[in-house]
Every structure is written in structure tokens, then in C-alpha cells.
């Protein structure tokens, strides 16, 4: 990077976020009468009245409320709300919003209470920072437990968490864009956090606050968290791209200007009122084309798109085809957002064009409204109340499927107990990379579905009872197999009968919609349930029989609550149910309940055992404890052979564990090894007493030991990784490494070592490797 300096970097990325309240206007260390002055300036660009004595009150209030605190950066605590605040004037919110976008912090972090907050600033202002407040220490993910924890916990969390900001959503959407406010603020000052709380937060907003922002519609500031993200989960990638951007900057100028300046000599020869700009594609989207196609900067020629708003539909598709006869269009990548709009309001064309060089490039056409709707989604539609609706443009998408998405998630909330499969549905609904098929009912009504759908996912779509009654349809009056997909375009109409069955299980490997697996899950666990519950017994009761359990013993009300409560169940049956429908094993049940069992039924020593375990003059035999060249001493056994199993290579500091094995003496195994945890009951009765002798890392001189690391891959890694073994004086036995679709690399590496306290500081050591996500001993 040696040819860009960090301030044209800097310049770069100011020019792919642009405009009121994004990163170009970001001020740190600022005054803070300056900025709320910058707050009434952006709020006067877009409200007429001169009456913001509530939002004057707020600040006055947030002032002293916040005084004396300080943010990790050093500045004046009171910069965060002003921040928030503006954000959300560059949205065009109401008063109410942005006088809670003030006081959003003044709850929880001050003596304000509720009812002194209610008489300054009324009820509805009230509500809204009180529905941030609840969600301002909901951690979405965590990618710091441990891998039990990952399982169960963090599952438990997140699906409760996500729970709770769907429900304050639907109290009043605002409070979620006071909270994507607040979240956008502090990823723009993320550098002052540890490089682990910015991994955990940009990732938490990544997988999160970006989807929701681009559901509601929102690009201006879901576009800024997609780029502020990518910057701190892969900062290597981040700034390599804007640095090639960089380079090529004169280049692009002169290439977009070019195709401006041509149409718009199209645009008005032809008589039409336009605004016409080049828009860039922000850093994240151009990532991810790149790691898509696998594709260089250098091949990707579209990093613009040209933007032309005109007054009316009409002029759109009259732009349009002028377009088309100036450039030659590219086949199957036109799209006509306007007559079937997306999902989250989003309308416009899109068409991509063969420029005069031989270069494709994209261009979008729209209206003054549709891009009004565009860049502030749901947000587009709030104005101050004093406005009448004269000032207010009609929109062309209802206020009933503004907000269908966030009612359809209330449904789910409602329907499932089991919070991974909550959790499992909401994601794949959130994923942002998922694309859309426009379809028709046989009445000429519009249906976006997941690219890739099947009649069935239709059919759901239209209402549950047609989708558990169909037996058929019909595309463009013909009949299809069921696992048609469906293309854009399509009509459909699905033949039912009351005669049938119900769907079948093999459904769910056929459709691609959440909302569909969903009602198709719903339908097996309600109608076949007493089916399931039984089956859940068997299952239970067989796995018990295969491992020598007694299962009468263990099934008692206590060991039945820990797994009620472990898993999220309702009751008990709800857990059988879950068991005979395949949603649980169960092992994990008949294991979980064994283990309970065994923590109060410990057999106690007896005198007989005491007297047994000496000898006649009343000492303890020589043979109780071997002191071995292994480091070892196992309790009971005499010159016995012992060597460490390969599995999950115990080192001195392990708490360790003997297995007597059949003519090859006793396996050392560490505790938490995954084959000593699922030995049966009768195999547990071989394990035996094992402990590191005094000096044992002194026995041998090293120990084997392996683990996994786990990165997002990049150039130089491995190097970084044994660079950091050399330094240690560890020698390397062996090294595995393989990368995933997705990026992320898993190392392994088995090393020589000469017990825990080393292991643990080498440990430490490649967790401060760059781009390093998560290190694991191997267990088994």
C-alpha cells in the first residue's frame, strides 16, 4: 500500500458513503452545541415548522443527564445520542423519534425514571426509549463460548433475545430504527473496542442489524453496516479493495462521467425531466461479487451503476426504452421491480447495457418517491404529524405489506416453542444473498417466493389449509410434478382435495421457503403428535436397552424437569414428540437423564472396601500407585503398561483418566475426550483412576498435543501460525490446513509440548494472530 496514503484511503471510502448522516459527516471530538446545530439544520432540509422545542428539551435534558460521562474513545458521552439523533434526521423521522433517538441511553445509564420521563416528554416518547432501552444489552451472537455452550446456551440466547426485539418491534417500528441508529454510530467508532469485542459486535451486525435493515428497506444504512462490518471481519480484504479502488479512480471518473453525459443527452432530447448520477457499488457488495464469481477487480467492470429519477411512472419505461435503443441490452438482466416490487418496498428498473467501450454497466430508473422509498425503506413513510396529508406523496405499496414480513415473524414466535428451530427459520428468512421469483395467482395477483420454489412453497403461501389439501397443479393451465421450479412469470393453480392425507415428510426436501418447511412442521407435530410421542418412547426406550440402562430407574419427574428446561420444552411429552419426529436424539436424551442419575446414586466406600485396599500390617500395598517412566500413576495396578491414546493427546495439567483396554494395558485419555464422554455403561466400568505424577513433564521431556485453528483464510497465515512455533521453541509434528466455501480456513496442527502451562501460553499467543477466530484441542 505503499502508492496510497492513508488519507486517500480515507477519501475513497467517504466518497462510497455519502450523504446527511453518513460516514462523511461523521465528526469525532466534535462540539457538542455544534453538532445538535448540525441536527436542526438537517431536520429544518425536510420539515418546514420551526417548533422543536421538544427535540431542544431533549437535548437540554440528554445534556446534563450525560454529564461527566465519557465514551471508550475519550469524547463527551453526549456525542453518541447527537449522533444517533442525526442518523436519524437523515432519515426523515418524526420529533418523537428523534427526541428519543436523544434520550435513547438516559434510562438505563442515569437517575431519569420512567414517570419523570412520561411528564417531560408524553407517553409516545416514553415507549419508544423504553423499547430501546430493552434491547440495549442483547447480545444477538457470541462467538466466544465454548463449544458446549454453542449448542445449547448461546441457541437459548439468541433465539430469546431475537424474540424480544421482534416484539418491540411490533409495539412500534421506530424503536428498531432508533436501535439501527445507535448500532450504525458505534460500528462508525468500533476502533476504540478490543479486536475481540469488534469481531464479536461486527459480527453480531453482519448476521443481524444488515438483514433487518435490508427487510425494512432501509439501503442508506444497511449499505454503511455491510462495509463497516466487512472492514473488521476482514480488514486484510477491506482495505486491499479500497486501495485498488483507489488506484483506479481517474479511470473510473472519466468511464462514468462518459456514460452520464450520454444519457443524459438522450434523456432530454427526448423531452424528459431527469436527475442523472453515477452511483458506486458499495465495498461489500463488491466483495462479495468478487468472492461469487471468483472474480479480480480488474473483472468486474459494473462497480457503477448509473441512477436516473424521473417524476413518473410513465417516463421510467419511456427511459428505459430509449435505453435500450441506444445500448444493447445484456439477455436476463432486465428486471422490472416496478410492476412486482420487492418484498421490503423496494421498486425500480434494472437493466444492464453494453457500453460504447464494450464494457457492461447497470442502469436503474425510478421515481422521485421510489427512490425516497429506496434509500429509507419503512422510514420513507413516518412524517411530522403536523404535516397534512396534501405534503405526503402517495405510495404504491400499502401500509398492510409495509409491515407483512414483521407480522409473518410474530406467527412463527407464536407457533414454536422449540428455539432451534425458531432460530434455524429466521435466518434463513434474514439471509440477504437469497434471491426472488415473481409468480401469479390464476386472478392475476403478484407472489415472490425464494428463487427456486416449488408449487408447494405456492401453495403455503396462499394459506396453510390449501398447501396440507393439495394433490396437484397446474403451470400455465398444465399439469406439473410437484417439485416444478417455479420460473418468473409462472401462473399458477393448485388442485386440492378434502380426501387428502396431508403433506408428506419427503415435502421438506423439495421446498425452499422458511414460511412453507414451517407450516409443513407445524402440521406433523400437531396432527400427528400422539404418533410422535409414542414413537419418542420407543426410540428412548431402545437406545436405553441397547447400553444396559435401566430406563424405569432414571425416567423420574426431577431428571425429566433438567431436560424440560435444558432444551426449552413445555412438558414432557413436547419432548417425546420432539424425539419421534426427528427433531432431537435420542442419546442425548437417555445420556443427559443417565448422568443426573448417576451425580445421586454415588456408591459409598465401605469398611470392607477400606480393609480391602490395605495390607495386613494395615499400609497401603505398593501396587496402589506405580510410579512409571510414563509421568502416569494408576490407581490399583502393578507394572502395567500405559500409553497416552492418540484421540485427544493428554499432556501433564489435564485432568486425565484411565481406560483398561483388551491386552494392550491402560489408554490415558483427558476427561472431556468425546470417547470417554460416550462410552456405554458397560464400558464406563473399565475406566479407572489415573494421575500425573510429580515432575512428569520432566518424564518424557514432551508431550503430543494437536489443535484446531480457525481463521478467515489469507495470504500469509500459515506463516504468521509457524512463525509463532519458532518463537516458542515448539516443534511441529505435523500440519494440516483446508478452506471452506465461506472462507474460513481450519488448521491442524500436532506439536510437542511439555504440558498444559505452555500449551495455554502458545494458545494465547495465535489468538492474537490476525484474522484468527477460534482455537480447540482436539477431543476425540
Known amino acids: 500500500m505503499a502508492d496510497i496514503t492513508p488519507e486517500e484511503l480515507e477519501q475513497i471510502e467517504r466518497e462510497f458513503h455519502s450523504g446527511p448522516g453518513t460516514m462523511n459527516e461523521t465528526k469525532e471530538f466534535a462540539d457538542p452545541d455544534e453538532l445538535y446545530q448540525d441536527l436542526v439544520d438537517a431536520i429544518h432540509r425536510y420539515h418546514p415548522s420551526a417548533d422543536l422545542s421538544l427535540i431542544d428539551k431533549a437535548y437540554r435534558v440528554a445534556y446534563k443527564a450525560h454529564e461527566g460521562q465519557m465514551r471508550k474513545s475519550g469524547e463527551a458521552y453526549i456525542i453518541h445520542p447527537l449522533c444517533v439523533a442525526t442518523i436519524l434526521a437523515g432519515l426523515e423521522l418524526d420529533k418523537e423519534t428523534i427526541a428519543a433517538g436523544l434520550l435513547h441511553d438516559v434510562l438505563e445509564d442515569t437517575v431519569m425514571n420512567d414517570q419523570e420521563m412520561i411528564d417531560e416528554f408524553g407517553e409516545e416518547v416514553f415507549l419508544l426509549v423504553d423499547g430501546v432501552t430493552k434491547l440495549q444489552h442483547l447480545h444477538l451472537t457470541d462467538h466466544n463460548l465454548d463449544q458446549s455452550q454453542k449448542n445449547a446456551e448461546r441457541l437459548e440466547m439468541q433465539a430469546e433475545n431475537l424474540r424480544k426485539m421482534f416484539l418491540a418491534m411490533a409495539k412500534d417500528i421506530r424503536v428498531i430504527m432508533i436501535k439501527l441508529a445507535d448500532r450504525l454510530h458505534n460500528m462508525r467508532t468500533l476502533k476504540y473496542q478490543s479486536a475481540e469485542a469488534q469481531l464479536r459486535i461486527a459480527r453480531e ?102 441512477r436516473v429519477i424521473v417524476e413518473n411512472i410513465r417516463d421510467c419505461y419511456a427511459v428505459l426504452g430509449l435505453m435500450h435503443e441506444k445500448y444493447k441490452p445484456i439477455p436476463g438482466r432486465f428486471k422490472d421491480y416496478i410492476a412486482m416490487p420487492k418484498p421490503n418496498m423496494y421498486q425500480s428498473l434494472h437493466t444492464t447495457l453494453i457500453g460504447p467501450s464494450g464494457q457492461p454497466f447497470e442502469i436503474q430508473i425510478r421515481t422521485f418517491e421510489m427512490h425516497r422509498t429506496a434509500e429509507y425503506g419503512i422510514a420513507a413513510h413516518w412524517k411530522y404529524k403536523e404535516q397534512n396529508n396534501n405534503n405526503v406523496t402517495n405510495t404504491t405499496v400499502s401500509e398492510e405489506e409495509k409491515l407483512s414480513w414483521l407480522r409473518q415473524i410474530l406467527e412463527w414466535q407464536q407457533d414454536m416453542s422449540d428455539n432451534k428451530e425458531f432460530m434455524n427459520v429466521l435466518k434463513s428468512d434474514l439471509d440477504l ?263 512428569a513433564a520432566q518424564s518424557l521431556g514432551s508431550y503430543l498435543a494437536e489443535i484446531k485453528i480457525y481463521c478467515n483464510d489469507r495470504p500469509g497465515l500459515l506463516v504468521d501460525i509457524s512463525k509463532i512455533f519458532t518463537e516458542k521453541d515448539v516443534n511441529i509434528n505435523s500440519i494440516h490446513s483446508r478452506t471452506s466455501k465461506q472462507g474460513i480456513a481450519t488448521i491442524e496442527v500436532m506439536f510437542e509440548t511439555k504440558g498444559r502451562e505452555e500449551l495455554n501460553a502458545l494458545i494465547e499467543k495465535l489468538r492474537q494472530i490476525d484474522n484468527v477466530l477460534e482455537i480447540e484441542r482436539t477431543t476425540g
Open 433 to 695: 444473498f437469497s434471491d426472488t421469483v415473481f409468480c401469479f395467482t390464476p386472478s392475476g395477483d403478484v407472489m415472490n417466493l425464494p428463487h427456486g420454489s416449488t408449487p408447494i412453497d405456492f401453495a403455503y403461501s396462499i394459506h396453510s389449509a390449501v398447501g396440507n389439501k393439495m394433490i396437484g397443479a397446474k403451470v400455465n393451465n398444465k399439469l406439473v410434478p410437484i417439485d416444478y421450479v417455479i420460473q418468473n412469470g409462472d401462473q399458477l393453480e393448485i388442485i386440492t382435495s378434502q380426501n387428502s392425507r396431508g403433506p408428506s415428510r419427503d415435502w421438506l426436501k423439495i421446498v425452499k421457503s422458511t414460511q412453507a418447511k414451517n407450516k409443513i412442521n407445524q402440521w406433523f407435530k400437531s396432527e400427528l403428535k400422539e404418533e410422535n410421542i409414542q414413537r419418542g418412547k420407543e426410540l428412548i426406550l431402545s437406545y436405553a436397552k441397547s447400553k444396559g440402562i435401566n430406563f424405569g430407574e432414571i425416567n423420574k419427574p426431577d431428571y425429566q424437569e433438567k431436560i424440560i428446561r435444558k432444551y426449552g420444552f413445555h412438558d414432557w411429552n413436547s419432548c417425546l414428540a420432539t424425539v419421534g419426529h426427528g427433531g432431537l436424539k435420542e442419546s442425548q436424551i437417555v445420556n443427559r437423564m443417565y448422568e443426573e442419575y448417576q451425580k445421586d446414586h454415588v456408591v459409598p466406600t465401605t469398611d470392607a472396601d477400606i480393609l480391602a485396599s490395605v495390607g495386613e500390617d494395615g499400609q497401603k500395598p505398593l501396587s496402589a500407585h506405580h510410579h512409571s517412566k510414563s509421568g502416569i500413576v494408576v490407581k490399583g495396578l502393578y507394572d502395567v503398561a500405559v500409553h497416552f491414546s492418540k484421540c485427544c493427546n493428554p499432556v501433564p495439567g489435564d485432568e486425565i483418566v484411565g481406560f483398561v483396554t483388551r491386552g494392550r494395558g491402560v489408554s490415558i485419555h483427558r476427561t472431556d475426550c468425546i470417547n470417554i464422554m460416550n462410552l456405554s455403561v458397560v464400558e464406563k466400568a473399565r475406566l479407572i483412576e489415573a494421575e500425573w505424577q510429580a515432575g
Open 205 to 306: 451486525t453482519q448476521e443481524i442489524y444488515c438483514p433487518i435493515a435490508q427487510r425494512l428497506g432501509i439501503s442508506k444504512i444497511k449499505i454503511e453496516l455491510e462495509d463497516l462490518s466487512l472492514k473488521y471481519i476482514n480488514p486484510e480484504a477491506y482495505y486491499d479493495l479500497v486501495e485498488k479502488i483507489a488506484l483506479r479512480k481517474s479511470i473510473r471518473e472519466t468511464y462514468v462521467q462518459g456514460l452520464v453525459d450520454s444519457v443524459r443527452e438522450q434523456v432530454d432530447g427526448a423531452g424528459i425531466k431527469a436527475e442523472i448520477s453515477g452511483r458506486a457499488k458499495h465495498f461489500f457488495s463488491i466483495y462479495k461479487k468478487m468472492v461469487n464469481q471468483n472474480k479480480t477487480i480488474d473483472q468486474i467492470y459494473d462497480l457503477f451503476a448509473i
